[in-house]
């Protein structure tokens, strides 16, 4: 008589997107990363008209900040939160309930609507909604130092809040300061959290190598680098385009380089998931230097700096840490898809074409945004392929998450 052997393992339901926060909103910046800009090239050709006082470059500038930025920190906060206290993570309804607010949100930005002010409320409800599912677990655990994400999240409703004030035909210039607040803040989210990730995933991946090489530990320099981020976003915000802001995007790309010098990226060239944070961090220090060379040195090429920070900083490292936290969290190796690092490769080329494009002729222009809007779109496009197989499927091992 066969006899039955029992898995001890428990099953993982077969409806897994809404059972831990970065499979619903990794998925969802994939897909809005190339939506996003599709229809941002229908409104810069015209053919799909802004309302009121929408400013194109304003209404490109909040969605991929507030629709493709906001999806991916919310994914990564929602899964970082539970790990940092030892918690659940926001599942089920809740979560379904967040995910459903911040489609609302991007429907009552399209443009047909940016203006209304139903929108308006909607869109401002998502980063409140996100801080208080995340705020409870942080203060129970006495997570003091993480709280701060807390802060950061309502800085962003903040610079969200200047958008629409002025769309709204309310204020004048706000939406400037709105862009550079919230650029602020996700730069600083990238430097607090990149200084955690880079070094600590660099060291874990050499030691595993059996490579000695020492990787720089936390020091005053990573300090003056986070100070100076701060110095950087208030002036920003407050006296743009000054000697100052340029004397501090100096300052501050020098203490980046410094910082970044110290993690070893020479040694990261054999594992995509390693060097393509490294290059996003990278990206930092280059567009805080275009912005020195530009307000300090009246250079032309200066002048592309926010997308060198926003097309090459934020979404590199928005994409290396999808993918890199989408293969831990479902239970697979670390180890990149050979598509993933070709995605890799085509973001970095769409960054640089991105900047190259505005030194160009006016006709030339119109076919580098092409081009670069067609690189991104695959960048994100072969994210989507790898990755969504696995956020809509249970872990490999069987684990609940």
């Known amino acids: 008589m066969a006899v039955q052997t029992v898995d001890p393992r428990p099953s993982a339901p077969p409806f897994v997107v ?70 659940s993570a926001l599942a089920g309804r809740p979560l379904a309930a967040l995910v459903a607010l911040w489609l609302a949100g991007r429907i009552a930005s399209l443009p ?18 996100l801080g208080a599912a995340l705020a409870m677990p942080l203060l129970r655990a006495g997570k003091w130092r993480n709280t701060a994400f807390l802060l950061l999240l309502g800085l962003m409703t903040v610079g969200n809040l200047l958008f629409r004030l002025e769309w709204h035909g309310l204020t004048s210039g706000t939406q400037a300061q709105g862009i550079a607040l919230v650029t602020g803040v996700v730069l600083m989210m990238i430097a607090v959290i990149g200084g955690r990730i880079v070094p600590a995933f660099t060291r874990n991946a050499l030691r595993a190598r059996g490579d ?4 720089g530990s936390p020091s005053a320099v990573d300090t003056l680098a986070l100070a100076l981020t701060v110095a950087v976003i208030a002036v920003d915000v ?36 390693l060097w393509i944070l490294h290059v996003g961090y990278g990206w930092i220090v280059v567009a805080l230097g275009l912005k020195a060379a530009w307000l300090l040195g009246d250079a032309a090429v200066g002048a592309t700096w926010l997308h060198a920070l926003t097309a090459g900083a934020f979404a590199t490292m928005i994409l290396g840490v999808m993918s890199r936290a989408a293969l831990g969290h479902t239970g697979r190796k670390l180890v990149a898809p050979r598509a993933t690092a070709v995605g890799y490769v085509l973001l970095t080329l769409a960054a640089l074409v991105r900047i190259a494009a505005p030194l160009l002729s006016s006709v030339n222009y119109a076919d580098g945004l092409a081009v670069a809007g067609v690189l991104w779109t695959l960048a994100f496009g072969l994210f989507v392929l790898d990755y969504a197989p696995m956020l809509l499927r249970p872990r490999v091992d069987g684990r609940p998450g």
Not at 64 to 70: I, P, Q
């Open 18 to 87: 809404f059972q831990y926060g970065f499979r619903p909103f990794f998925l969802l910046a994939g897909l809005s990363a190339p939506a996003l800009v599709a229809i941002w090239l229908l409104v810069l050709t015209g053919a799909l008209p802004l309302p009121g006082d929408v400013a194109p470059m304003s209404w490109h500038a909040h969605e991929m900040l507030f629709g493709f930025a906001s999806a991916a920190i919310a994914g990564f906060l929602l899964t970082a939160v539970p790990s940092w206290t030892g918690t």
């Open 212 to 215: 000695t090489t020492e990787v």
């Open 112 to 129: 047909p609507f940016a203006d209304g002010w139903g929108a308006t409320v909607v869109d401002l409800a998502f980063f409140p909604a």
């Open 238 to 273: 407050f006296l743009p385009a000054s000697a100052m802001a340029g004397v501090l995007a100096l300052a501050a790309a020098s203490a980046h380089a410094v910082r970044l010098a110290r993690w070893r990226s020479d040694r990261t060239l054999h594992d995509p998931l």
